[in-house]
């Protein structure tokens, strides 16, 4: 979404919440009366919420700059769960399309069974009405679940290749800026990059390193690296939730 300017915007909101911060710290601690208590302990709660409402107006400096910011935040953030929608709708269109070929002999094989259960309770239309959607629900289920594994293992490869280019460009850039790629008796003098395959060769061992990782590890980060990125867990977690909830039936 354009980092260097979603960045900027963060920073302005980041400086006018502290100084929001800094002078809520100094009006908690204010005591005018000098009586011991601090004074926003000896008002009502509808005067402590008026007396932060202005102290809030007053500390931010550029209501109208602040206002612009987030709503380039807000914009950015629309963007990422439209494209996150369409990831979304393709992966359950995809989901749809095997419970609509597995249904029939699913429930030809399981609503019996279920059928053989409910019948004790139910009245037999009511019985054979559940069975059938019961196998139905769970059959979508698991279809849908199947589908965001196969679209787990496509991002997982996509994204080994996308670090191992970065890191091939990155190693021959750095080899040359100190000289090393000169001494390599493997390499061609002069060293042309376009006319090498080391960078592809080591694009390709990263990206196979990077994916059978990711497979073998569950797709799920090792301790500690999972606790530093805990945030960017909890953060794509609820993008999920967000895109999974707002996203209309196909």
Not at 154 to 167: D, V
């Amino acid at each position: 979404m354009g980092w260097k300017t979603l960045f900027e915007e963060m920073k302005i909101v980041w400086a006018q919440v502290q100084n929001v911060r800094e002078e809520n710290r100094k009006d908690d601690l204010e005591d005018k009366d000098r009586n011991g208590v601090a004074d926003v302990a000896e008002i009502s709660a509808s005067e402590l919420a008026q007396r932060k409402v202005i102290l809030i107006m007053r500390s931010i400096t550029e209501p109208g700059r602040l206002q612009t910011a987030c709503g380039a935040l807000w914009a950015a953030y629309i963007a990422v769960l439209a494209t996150l929608r369409l990831e979304f709708a393709r992966t359950t269109a995809f989901a749809l399309g095997i419970v609509e070929i597995a249904k029939f002999p699913v429930v030809r094989l399981l609503s019996p069974l279920i059928l053989a259960v409910l019948a004790k309770d139910l009245t037999p239309q009511a019985a054979k009405d559940w069975s059938v959607t019961i196998v139905e629900s769970a059959l979508t289920l698991i279809a849908v679940a199947f589908a965001w594994y196969l679209q787990m293992i496509i991002s997982a490869f996509y994204s080994g290749l996308r670090g191992g280019r970065l890191f091939a460009d990155a190693i021959c850039n750095i080899l040359i800026e100190r000289g090393w790629m000169e001494k390599l008796p493997c390499v061609a003098k002069p060293f042309k990059q376009e006319d090498t395959h080391l960078d592809e060769v080591i694009c390709y061992l990263i990206a196979a390193a990077g994916f059978c990782f990711q497979i073998f590890s569950g797709f799920a980060l090792p301790f500690p690296i999972n606790l530093i990125f805990f945030p960017l867990t909890v953060l794509e977690w609820f993008l999920r939730i967000q895109v999974t909830i707002t996203s209309e039936p196909l």
